[in-house]
């Protein structure tokens, strides 16, 4: 008695699923203008044929479609229709398909149209030899090239698909967008006819009149020439090169920035920037970077790196000044230094150590209160050097190890040749400590003398030959009878364990910790349609306003400007 109820339960269980499930519906095409009509049971079994009388074409209807032609070959057995010659089908006010022929199949709502396709949508006009369009769906798509035409591209590609719910063209293979200022090449993209807005896909470049953009996935904005790659992003921008993980770009506002693993390259002066958020403003040819920043001279098959925790570049090619701010460094592989700040002006070849600089030039150390670097401007060699106020110079005894060789005065001038330090004059109320040998390399003793110049000639690297000027005096202590305040100057610091030694110690331990910000869109996929939408709703969208470079990046973003779509026009029928 139970497996009994249990198998009648089942049973109303079935039922009462079954009876909740609809089939579905499948509405007959009907025939609004027959005109005139005959059969053909041997050609065409099954088939009634109309063809229109001198009046009007024949006229079919289908769930919210019309369909025109001359000549109709109809399966009602089968809902299914065949249009030849002078065809039109009509969806709404929006949807309008001519071509030569076209096959409907009413059950699963699909038409195939062919000869001399022409799509009309309110935004885009598209033609091709064959176009699928699933009413269903909502889609229609052609698989042997496509032109689409709006009011500023004309767009083209071997397949492509149009999503007519989202006003969207999905473009394969060969496609290209061309418009006056402006053309596309790109393997893949996603047009959006109502906002003209391209999101691109694989290999894909952007060719503006004074820019060109390369990218495997970005967007571009047709209407404003602004857009942005996150994937193998390159754009060329006047006399610079801009790569990064995310480059962004305003035709506008003349205005580029990237983020993440930036290379900016100054084709004019052979410069590099390399840091992970950089501006460019084209106009005034300046760079902004920062986020372990440095800027990159080649001289003379030689590279200066120059760091700061801001840099910035300014002026034309050749009136070009770099500024490094906070923490500034800079190294060569005969010279480095630090300071608060360094400014650099290539039209005068001279380099400014502001505020506590400190410079080695192989194992020499100098300080002071400004030190001021100048560059031979046809060579770009090291010329000269100047430390003002408060100079000091130290360095290392070669022989003993032990010892320091000082010097400081008022003022320090210095010569280089081959980038080598080979000559030095300090002036004014000078002090001198100097460890003495023979010929012999016999520790004679230390000399400690006073006078009002002084000059040193460098020979392998250490100091040579020194001459005293104006009023000298001194005193030589021999090993073992040093004075008891020891032999250093009054000011003596030694940097050494600062020094520069690679140019990977310009930066500091906060520089090789920075933790970079995750890209949207590169390690995961994107819903373009919800982004397309995303852009319109978000006021502080940063592609229609980039941020202000003064507003230090922490104020809200500006409201974009967002373009009105295009009025509706409602197409005409046939007659």
């Known amino acids: 008695m139970l497996k009994f109820k249990i198998v009648i339960g089942l049973l109303l269980f079935v039922y009462g699923v079954n009876a909740q499930v609809k089939p579905v519906e499948k509405k007959q095409i009907n025939i609004v203008h027959g005109a005139n009509f005959t059969k053909d049971e041997v050609k065409l079994p099954g088939a009634s044929i109309f063809s229109r009388d001198s009046e009007r074409q024949v006229e079919f209807e289908h769930q919210g479609a019309t369909l025109w032609c001359d000549v109709a070959v109809f399966y009602p057995k089968e809902n299914k229709l065949i249009a030849i010659d002078n065809v039109r089908m009509q969806q709404g006010d929006s949807i309008q398909m001519d071509s030569g022929k076209l096959e409907y199949f009413g059950d699963i709502k699909l038409a195939k ?84 807005h391209l999101y691109m896909y694989g290999p894909s470049t952007v060719t503006g009149k004074d820019y060109v953009m390369y990218c495997e996935r970005g967007y571009y904005d047709t209407k404003v020439e602004t857009g942005y790659g996150i994937k193998n992003t390159r754009i060329d921008y006047s006399n610079k090169i801009i790569v990064g993980d995310s480059v962004y770009f305003n035709k ?24 992970h958020y950089a501006e460019v403003y084209k106009e005034k040819d300046s760079v902004f970077a920062t986020k372990r920043a440095v800027a990159i001279n080649v001289m003379e098959k030689d590279s200066l790196y120059m760091h700061g925790d801001t840099l910035m570049i300014t002026g034309k090619p050749d009136n070009r000044v770099i500024r490094a701010f906070r923490n500034a460094k800079f190294f060569k592989t005969d010279i480095s230094g630090k300071c608060d700040s360094i400014h650099f002006d290539q039209k005068t070849g001279v380099t400014q150590l502001i505020t506590n600089p400190i410079i080695w030039n192989i194992d020499n150390q100098m300080t002071g209160d400004s030190i001021h670097l100048i560059s031979d401007l046809k060579t770009d060699k090291l010329d000269s050097l100047k430390v003002i106020n408060n100079a000091f110079i130290i360095s290392l005894d070669t022989i003993s190890k032990t010892g320091y060789n000082q010097a400081k005065g008022k003022n320090l001038f210095g010569k280089f040749v081959n980038n080598e330090l080979n000559m030095i004059d300090l002036v004014q109320n000078v002090e001198v400590i100097y460890y003495s040998y023979n010929d012999e390399n016999e520790f004679i003793g230390i000399d400690e003398s ?7 000639l460098m020979q392998e690297n250490a100091i040579d030959v020194i001459t005293y000027y104006i009023n000298p005096s001194g005193t030589t202590f021999p090993e073992g009878q040093e004075p008891e305040r020891g032999v250093k100057l009054k000011g003596f610091v030694w940097y050494g364990d600062q020094r520069i030694y690679t140019k990977e110690d310009i930066f500091d331990e906060d520089d090789n910790n920075i933790v970079l910000p995750i890209i949207r869109g590169i390690s995961n996929p994107i819903d373009i349609d919800a982004e397309e939408q995303e852009r319109h709703k978000n006021q502080g969208d940063p592609i229609n306003n980039p941020p202000n470079t003064k507003a230090t990046r922490k104020k809200s973003l500006p409201k974009p400007t967002l373009a009105k779509p295009a009025p509706k026009t409602k197409l005409k029928q046939q007659k």
Do not use: W
Request: hydrophobic share 30%; with cysteine.
């Open 450 to 456: 006073l006078c009002g110049k002084v000059s040193m």
């Open 252 to 275: 506008r506002k003349q205005f580029a920035s990237a983020t993440n693993n930036i290379v900016v390259t100054d084709t004019v002066n052979d410069g590099v920037i390399r840091a």
């Open 113 to 196: 149209a062919s000869k001399n396709v022409v799509l009309q949508s309110p935004d885009a006009t598209l033609t091709t030899d064959t176009l699928y369009f699933d009413r269903e769906k909502q889609e229609s798509y052609y698989r042997h090239y496509g032109t689409i035409i709006d009011t500023a591209n004309t767009i083209k590609s071997r397949i492509g698909r149009f999503f007519m719910t989202t006003n969207k063209y999905q473009l394969l293979d060969s496609v290209t967008v061309q418009n006056p200022k402006y053309h596309v090449l790109s393997e893949q993209l996603d047009y959006y006819t109502e906002s003209e």
